[in-house]
T-cell receptor, first 112, second 113 residues
Framework: GESVGLHLPTLSVQEGDNSIINCAYS??????FIWYKQESGKGPQFIID?????DKRQGQRVTVLLNKTVKHLSLQIAATQPGDSAVYFC???????????FGKGTKLSVKP | KAGVTQTPRYLIKTRGQQVTLSCSPI?????VSWYQQTPGQGLQFLFE???????NKGNFPGRFSGRQFSNSRSEMNVSTLELGDSALYLC????????????FGPGTRLTVT
């Protein structure tokens, strides 16, 4: 039969506003985290990473916040643009696992 | 520097056939990982190779296999294809094992009919 697609959370923002995308990770032993952006028909694109010895890291228009106490990661995008429209994934790595484990993704839609 | 390249980009196969996908990592990157992406399951890890050795394996049946060559290029093979194998297969490379940035290729879209 037909597979049921993942119900992706959707965030809709106005162009120029700030966006905050949240992610809950699963493994308290994870020590490395990455945010990816995936546009339709393309592979995931690296945005920013953070290690567990930090709680904040800034890039160009993006900031990642890490709260290890509640196992929560967030990606903030400043002055969101139409080109930011995509699905955003968080991924974790560390502990006993050697591979990246991906969250289900959040679809960001930017209204002009 | 050229990014991760994958060939072919699109592939249509019938049930029971086998398929080989190829991945060339970023120059200097020694670790290659493979992922399967489907609408139902999202991004799932298949395996990781480093120095021509499989270092880590996801929860997929033995029909899925891979290898890495001395130049770090990697191939994955799926035998006895099933309809459920239809997916986007993504390859990612990183400099080394451990907590390093992992860069993805554009993927190979496999359709099994």
């Amino acid at each position: 039969g037909e597979s049921v697609g993942l119900h992706l959370p959707t965030l809709s923002v106005q162009e120029g506003d700030n966006s905050i995308i949240n992610c809950a990770y699963s493994n308290s032993a994870s020590d490395y985290f990455i945010w990816y952006k995936q546009e339709s028909g393309k592979g995931p694109q690296f945005i920013i990473d953070i290690r567990s010895n930090m709680d904040k890291r800034q890039g160009q228009r993006v900031t990642v916040l890490l709260n290890k106490t509640v196992k929560h990661l967030s990606l903030q995008i400043a002055a969101t643009q139409p080109g930011d429209s995509a699905v955003y994934f968080c991924a974790e790595k560390g502990g006993s696992q050697g591979n990246l484990i991906f969250g289900k993704g959040t679809k960001l839609s930017v209204k002009p | 520097k050229a990014g991760v390249t994958q060939t072919p980009r699109y592939l249509i196969k019938t049930r029971g056939q086998q398929v080989t996908l190829s991945c060339s990592p970023i120059s200097g990157h020694r670790s290659v990982s493979w992922y399967q992406q489907t609408p139902g399951q999202g991004l799932q890890f298949l395996f990781e190779y480093f120095s021509e050795t499989q270092r880590n394996k996801g929860n997929f049946p033995g029909r899925f296999s891979g290898r890495q060559f001395s130049n770090s290029r990697s191939e994955m093979n799926v035998s006895t294809l099933e309809l459920g194998d239809s997916a986007l297969y993504l390859c990612a490379s990183s400099l080394d094992l451990g907590p390093y940035e992992q860069y993805f290729g554009p993927g190979t879209r496999l359709t099994v009919t």
